[in-house]
């Protein structure tokens, strides 16, 4: 549901940048894994943190799950070591969606937070 949104800010992004050929830095696909990938690196280090893992080691793990995610998004996706507005987007958005991850980890999944994002993407 909230993929929609970020590939579509994407795109015209990049076609309001690169015309008519420009290819977005991510795809939907990508966005999707990005999202739920970072979402449950946090909801796993908040886990783990209320079974006895040590705050040094969760300050440790927070940014080794970013540091993972935009690897694999670079690793993934080769053509963002040529542009460097789009390699500046990709690290933005992670870090945005890193961030999301570590605020929603402790409040769990909800049905309002899932309605709002529905009612947003819809």
């Known amino acids: 549901m909230e993929t929609q949104p970020f590939a579509l800010v994407l795109l015209m992004l990049s076609d309001a940048a690169g015309g008519e050929n ?11 894994c990005l999202l739920l990938g ?3 690196w946090g909801t796993l280090i908040h886990y783990l943190t209320g079974r006895g893992l040590k705050e040094e080691w969760a300050k440790f793990f927070h940014p080794a799950g970013f540091c993972t995610a935009l690897v694999l998004a670079i690793v993934t996706h080769p053509a963002l070591l040529t542009s460097i507005p789009a ?5 933005g958005l992670t870090v945005w969606f890193w961030r999301r991850g ?21």
Do not use: N
Not at 24 to 32: C, Q
Not at 87 to 91: S, W
Not at 102 to 122: E, H, N, R, T
């Open 87 to 91: 390699l500046v987007t990709v690290a």
């Open 38 to 40: 970072l979402q449950w």
């Open 22 to 32: 420009a290819v977005p830095p991510l795809d939907a696909t990508s966005i999707t």
């Open 102 to 122: 570590m605020k929603l980890a402790p409040v769990g999944a909800s049905d309002s937070y899932l309605i709002v994002a529905f009612k947003i993407c819809f």
